[in-house]
């Protein structure tokens, strides 16, 4: 008999990629419409939701038993689902461990709890083998940029990601800051004083433009608009704090870092 709900409506990506990665994904009956991982989710799956609105009377028409969400920007539609008698989680985790708490939290709510550590402790060694890989090399200074109209920088998870793939984020006061509000920046000036030598954009599904980087007053003397370094990540790797992000998601920022440090070797 499976233990846990029955029904699950996925109100962001990550909470479906992990029950696919754990083998539930037969509880999920609806999901976001951005969701994108894994790709057999978004040809199978009902899409009810967007990351702020969601279609309510669709997903109760799903008859669920449970939704996840994510922060404190679902909290409108976590409380209409509850009103409506579905029993809902919002995670608000915001750390490379947070992320990985959230994946045993998960499976242990659907009974899967030992798949669930086992996961988790396979993404952690990934993770530490990863970070090795940069020992005793340079580390470069890099911006990671989650928005450009306005500038907002990285969040926590992001941040101990570029870390991990061995360079520096250069606002880690500002990446402490849960909400995005909490991180924007007045202007171009603070990143031009921190001179990053890598400026890396993930611009909330919206396409990095690299010429509109390299064009910002003042920014032609900035390291990485000098040597071009100014790469995308794209956000459902990286700004989705699930699997994707310690997987995919680091593994492009160890290209990007692992190509610079290469060309200071």
């Known amino acids: ?28 009956v609806g999901i ?43 909290a409108d539609i976590a409380a209409e689902l509850i009103r409506a008698g579905v029993e809902v989680w919002v995670a608000n985790h915001r750390s490379v461990d947070g992320i990985l708490d959230y994946i045993r939290r998960l499976a242990a709510l659907v009974g899967a709890g030992e798949r669930g550590v086992a996961l988790a402790d396979r993404l952690r060694r990934r993770l530490d083998a990863l970070a090795a890989q940069s020992l005793g090399q340079p ?29 520096n984020d250069i606002f880690p006061e500002l990446a402490a800051e849960p909400l995005a509000k909490q991180r924007i920046l007045a202007d171009g000036a603070r990143v031009i004083e921190r001179s990053p030598d890598i400026v890396i954009g993930s611009w909330c599904g919206k396409k990095f433009r690299p010429e509109h980087v390299a064009a910002r007053p003042g ?5 990485a608009v000098r040597d071009g370094a100014l790469h995308e990540v794209k ?17 492009r920022l160890r290209e990007i870092i692992a190509a610079w440090q290469q060309r200071r070797a």
């Open 1 to 28: 008999m499976a233990y846990g709900p029955r029904r699950i409506v996925c109100l962001t990506e990550e909470p479906t990629e992990t029950l696919y990665l754990l083998g539930e994904q037969a509880r999920i």
């Open 32 to 74: 976001s419409g951005f969701t994108v991982r894994p790709p057999e989710a978004r040809r199978d799956k009902p899409k009810v939701s967007a990351f702020v609105s969601a279609k309510i009377d669709k997903i109760l028409a799903l008859r669920p038993d449970f939704a996840v969400g994510f922060s404190d920007i679902q």
């Open 139 to 167: 580390r470069p200074r890099v911006y990671f940029e989650e928005w450009d109209e306005p500038l907002i920088s990285g969040i926590q998870w992001v941040a101990e990601l570029v870390r991990i793939a061995g360079g």
């Open 219 to 223: 920014w032609a003397a900035v390291p």
């Open 235 to 251: 956000s459902p790797l990286i700004l989705q704090p699930g699997p994707a992000a310690l997987t995919d998601g680091v593994d």
